[in-house]
């Protein structure tokens, strides 16, 4: 049971360093989205030039938030099987008691 427990706690630790990681990315995409995006359309020409001169940065910032939030699922993925597992272990643990 103290076993289970542990494995609990770290998977709740593993989850929590997964959450901040998760914030941390949305409060990145927040500031580009607030920087790139503040108007529904680009009006002038001067913001058509200032959009596009800045293509590359965004492309680079969205290919590596894509990245990232697909490594994060698999992290996510990984920590959910491990908590099934404690439960199952846990579950088996009471029918045989």
Known sequence: MNNNLW???NIQSDL???KDKISDLVQSNFYI???YFDSECLEDMKAVEWFG???????????QSHELLLIYQKEMAKL??????????????????
């Open 7 to 9: 494995e609990i706690g």
């Open 16 to 18: 929590d360093i997964l």
């Open 33 to 35: 989205t607030e920087d």
């Open 53 to 63: 001169m800045s293509y590359r940065e965004l492309r680079i910032k969205t290919n």
């Open 80 to 97: 959910v099987m491990q908590f099934d597992k404690v439960l199952s272990n846990m579950r088996e643990g009471d029918s045989n008691v």
